[in-house]
Nanobody
Framework: VQLQASGGGLVQAGGSLRLSCAAA????????VGWFRQAPGKERAFVAS????????RYADSVKGRFTISRDVAKNTVHLQMSSLKPDDTAVYYC?????????????????WGQGTLVTVSS
């Protein structure tokens, strides 16, 4: 499964961005999808995930109440709506397709990764 993440950019603190993750060539409709992020000098960290049906979601504590993950099964796309952005949210954001249908929070639960999209939040 080839994944393509898009929607990153430069935004001021307090602003919003919407990231999208699309699957090329094959569908990931039977798999959970997650978003991770990696800031400079830091390890890749879990942000949010959604199960294959779209009814179960997981969020990192740092983004709860500010980020919302959703999926459009018909369009084979997963979105991450990010609001009230903070400078600490600055990172490269990656989407990934999980090994199974359930929303997972650990990196080891994911097998296919997109190329990443840079989000920069200025203060």
């Amino acid at each position: 499964v080839q994944l393509q993440a898009s929607g990153g950019g430069l935004v001021q603190a307090g602003g919003s961005l919407r990231l999208s993750c699309a699957a090329a060539r094959r569908t990931f409709s039977n798999n959970a999808v997650g978003w991770f992020r990696q800031a400079p000098g830091k390890e890749r960290a879990f942000v949010a995930s959604i199960n294959w049906r779209g009814g179960d979601t997981r969020y990192a504590d740092s983004v709860k109440g500010r980020f919302t993950i959703s999926r459009d099964v018909a369009k084979n796309t997963v979105h991450l709506q990010m609001s009230s952005l903070k400078p600490d949210d600055t990172a490269v954001y990656y989407c990934a397709s999980a090994r199974g249908a359930a929303a997972a929070v650990g990196i080891s639960g994911y097998q296919y990764w997109g190329q990443g999209t840079l989000v920069t939040v200025s203060s």
